[in-house]
């Protein structure tokens, strides 16, 4: 067993203390789309769109595969092998999965708002697609893309596609990272806003709607209602890309649970403290309820990834830090990166168990038990991919950046998906852009664990 010091801690305050078990994790499945994968755009979005990835770079760049890409000075500079603009729209950057499918079995997922910045991705058209990995052929097939637009002029604020009649969003517009169903419609969770936004299972937007906690607007630096200079704590208090990574539809009460990725700030932008806000939201109104929970860290973890319930009281959320590459490549020196190590790699990549029923007074849900991606059983050889490693490991790692989607399959099953940042982030291997891969978990103690009785 393994404790979590700082989810004991506000536990333990509250006079509930409970020790978090790590239990194991077998993989039963893997399937993997390239990270190259690309769809072209509608027929009538603007020429624009058939060009992505032109503004990743200090100055325009209209020629495609002209720029080679790299991870960036914070995780080494390391070369992807793969080079910016694109020839139409990428597919990469899952960041969300609905709890409910579609009638033919596929899963709903979520690409992002394109290059990481509402700056750099006003040419990246924003989409949702239908997916079913086939664990046999080890591939996923996508089945569907709807790219989400705004005919009705419904979004209160000029977007990139302003003077188009379709109106398609981009990711300057908007930065979603969670995705739920709810009867006809699909609901978004975005972090520029952070806003909800509401659509048609075509895409056509019919709702935007601002967050309120406390009965008080939430805003982060990227909210279009703000203007420079604006203060942390006074005028934003959801950090950038700090907003809605998670968002999860309780099937009991058909109630949002929106999941904010980072704490808020207080007055000089420090954190409020170790807890991430957890806040409700009633699609059947499109209004706030004014409930609100706390979901605290644990140890070495920085942000949430994704939020999904298992049954009316329990849910899945995957809490990470923001390294990528197996540890036993770690960098000597991480202030001097080279290119056969990882100067970042990744430690904290988990998948907690938490039990909403009874928080302790201040709001703080109950972590009941944890698997570590990091430490993942395959007996059968199910692994289709190889890592980078020091030396041969007899474990199965999931060592990305950003993991951004789980979602129970079954009573022991559970399907677990990482944002692959294209063409950003690597982690598999040292010099090459991390796939989309879909992983099959058996977790049958983590689905079956409930807290001890009081």
């Known amino acids: 067993m393994r404790f979590s010091c700082l989810a004991l801690g506000a536990l333990a305050a509250a006079g509930a203390a ?26 009538d979005a603007p020429r624009d769109a058939w060009i ?42 899952f960041s969300g999965l609905a709890l409910e499918r579609a009638p033919d079995g596929s899963f709903y997922v979520l690409t992002d708002n394109g290059f990481g910045t509402r700056r750099n991705s006003g040419d990246a058209l924003l989409s949702f697609h239908r997916i079913a990995p086939d664990w046999d052929a080890g591939t996923v097939e996508r089945r569907e893309t709807v790219f989400l637009r705004d005919p009705d002029r419904v979004v209160p604020f000029r977007i990139v596609n302003e003077a188009t009649e379709t109106r398609y969003l981009t990711g300057g517009d908007f930065d979603p990272e969670s995705i739920q169903v709810v009867g006809d419609s699909i609901w978004l969770g975005d972090e520029f806003g952070p806003f909800l936004i509401r659509a048609t299972l075509d895409g056509r937007v019919t709702g935007v709607f601002d967050t309120l906690l406390d009965g008080a607007p939430v805003r982060s630096p990227d909210n279009p209602a703000l203007q420079v200079p604006a203060e942390a704590g006074t005028d934003w208090r959801s950090q950038r890309s700090g907003g809605y990574e998670g968002m999860a539809l309780n099937p009991e009460t058909g109630r949002l649970w929106a999941l904010l990725e980072k704490p808020l700030v207080g007055e000089g932008g420090a954190p409020e403290g170790d807890f991430l806000r957890l806040l409700e939201f009633d699609p059947q109104v499109a209004a706030w309820t004014g409930a609100s929970l706390r979901f605290p860290l644990g140890e070495g973890a920085s942000a949430i990834g994704d939020i999904n319930f298992i049954d009316a009281t329990r849910a899945l959320v995957i809490e990470r830090d923001g390294g990528e590459g197996d540890p036993s490549l770690a960098c000597a020196d991480p202030a001097a990166p080279a290119p056969d190590c990882f100067p970042v790699p990744a430690r904290v990549k988990r998948i907690v168990l938490i039990d909403t029923a009874n928080p302790a007074d201040d709001g703080t849900v109950s972590r009941i038990a944890s698997i570590d991606l990091m430490a993942i059983e395959d007996p059968d050889g199910n692994a289709r991919l190889k890592t980078a490693a020091a030396a041969q490991l007899d474990r199965f790692t999931f060592p990305f950046q950003t993991i951004e989607n789980v979602v129970r399959v079954d009573d022991t099953h559970i399907l677990v998906v990482n944002d692959n940042n294209l063409p950003f982030s690597t982690g598999r291997q040292l010099d090459q852009a991390a796939a989309n891969e879909f992983i099959l978990l058996d977790v049958p103690e983590l689905l079956d664990a409930t807290l001890p009785p009081s």
């Open 18 to 43: 409970h020790a978090e078990e790590v239990v194991p994790s077998r993989l039963a499945g893997h399937a993997v789309l390239p990270a190259l994968t690309l769809v072209v755009p509608p027929a």
């Open 52 to 93: 992505s990835g032109k503004f990743t770079g200090t100055a325009r760049n209209d020629q495609p595969y002209s720029a080679p890409a790299d991870t960036g000075a914070a995780l080494g500079n390391r070369p992807t092998g793969l080079s910016l603009p694109f020839i139409g729209q990428p597919v990469q950057g």
